[in-house]
């Protein structure tokens, strides 16, 4: 901000790059699933109901990103049980590591030519 002459100007607020929008929009999905993820982790550590609509809403959208750890640690299918789904968490672990090096992936810069 200048001022001159009681006059208030704001300055021009610079637009993201195309390298920070891509990680936000990464970083936005990375932590959409991740949460996804964590609401199954406590439905199943509670024993939800998966008659229920909201319990079945997330178990079915989040089963294809828990899924391929699964066979981890020996997961039996076991709804409305309570259980702590370790391979879910190591799940959300894999994810977070992998948003995180899309994110550095995409920020990487050219060095400047002189």
Do not use: D, K
């Not at 936005?28 to 939800?48: E, S």
């Not at 828990?66 to 959300?92: D, K, N, Q, W």
């Amino acid at each position: 901000m200048s001022c001159n002459r009681g006059v208030i100007r704001m300055s021009s607020v610079q637009q993201p790059s195309n390298q920070q929008l891509a990680a936000r929009v990464i970083l936005y999905i990375v932590r959409v699933l991740l949460v996804l993820l964590a609401f199954r982790v406590v439905l199943a550590l509670l024993g939800a109901n998966p008659g229920n609509a909201f319990a079945n809403f997330v178990y079915s959208v989040s089963w294809p990103f828990a899924a391929p750890f699964f066979t981890l640690f020996g997961y039996h299918v076991a709804y409305g049980v309570s259980r702590l789904e370790i391979s879910t968490l190591v799940g959300m672990a894999v994810y977070w590591l992998i948003g995180i090096g899309l994110v550095r992936l995409v920020m990487i810069t050219r060095p400047e030519h002189r």
